[in-house]
């Protein structure tokens, strides 16, 4: 598994559930990145970021990490391409 498939931001083709993502993202570390992993094709590496980041969100890293990722969920932008 390589740096690109585990830092794969997913892509929510449906406006209303990447804001959902996003939102749930801010508040609870790590489960709106679990949500656009299972919405984008249960993408595995993507569920598992999601996981580790609610399991470092006890730690105020988890938080700081998926509030990147709801900002790159939003724009759809990619960390590496």
């Known amino acids: 598994m390589s740096l690109n ?3 794969h931001i997913p892509i929510v083709k449906d406006d209303t559930m990447r804001l959902v993502c996003v939102i749930i993202n801010i508040f609870l570390a790590g489960v709106g990145t679990i949500i656009a992993g299972a919405l984008e094709e249960t993408n595995l590496p993507v569920i598992i970021c999601g996981v580790v980041q609610l399991v ?3 730690f105020g890293v988890g938080f700081l ?3 990147v990722w ?3 969920i939003f724009t ?3 960390v590496f391409n």
Do not use: N
Request: hydrophobic share 40%; aromatic share 40%; glycine share 6%.
């Open 5 to 7: 498939t585990f830092f």
């Open 56 to 58: 470092c969100g006890s």
């Open 65 to 67: 990490w998926s509030w």
């Open 70 to 72: 709801a900002y790159f």
């Open 76 to 78: 759809k932008k990619q």
